[in-house]
C-alpha cells in the first residue's frame, strides 16, 4: 500500500540543476529509510543516494559527491534529490525507493519502489 510519485526530471544543459521530489503516501513515511537509485539504458541499476529516518546521515556514490544532496521534510512525506553540476552520463531514469526496515545503505533494504521520472542532460 506504499506508494511513492516521483517528479522534477526533464532535459537540461550540462552544467545546470534539477531538483527531483518524491512523495511517500504512507503516514509512517518518516520511519522509512529513503534513498534515490537510476538506471540508464542497457545498464544495471544504481544506487545514487541515500538518507536516514531522520535526516542525519545521508550516503552517495562516489560519481556524485559535491554535486548532488539528498534531503527529506517529514512533515511533507516528501524526499529530495538536489542535483548540481549535471553531467551527461548522469542522464537516466531516477527513481525513488523506501525501506521500511530504516535501512538505507543497501539496496536489498529497500522494499517500495516508485515509477521514476526520466533526466536526461545534453552536451
Known amino acids: 500500500q506504499v506508494q511513492l510519485v516521483e517528479s522534477g526530471g526533464g532535459l537540461v544543459q550540462a552544467g545546470g540543476s534539477l531538483r527531483l521530489s518524491c512523495v511517500v503516501s504512507r503516514r509512517t513515511f518518516r520511519s522509512y529509510g529513503m534513498g534515490w537509485f537510476r538506471q540508464a539504458p542497457g545498464k544495471e541499476r544504481e544506487f545514487v543516494a541515500g538518507?536516514?529516518?531522520?535526516?542525519?546521515?545521508?550516503l552517495y556514490v562516489d560519481s556524485v559527491k559535491g554535486r548532488f544532496t539528498i534531503s527529506r521534510d517529514n512533515a511533507k512525506n516528501t524526499v529530495y534529490l538536489q542535483m548540481n553540476s549535471l553531467k551527461p552520463e548522469d542522464t537516466a531514469v531516477y527513481y525513488c525507493a523506501a525501506s521500511i526496515t530504516g535501512h538505507y545503505s543497501d539496496y536489498g533494504a529497500y522494499n517500495y519502489w516508485g515509477q521514476g521520472t526520466q533526466v536526461t542532460v545534453s552536451s
Open positions: 538518507i536516514s529516518r531522520t535526516g542525519g546521515n545521508t
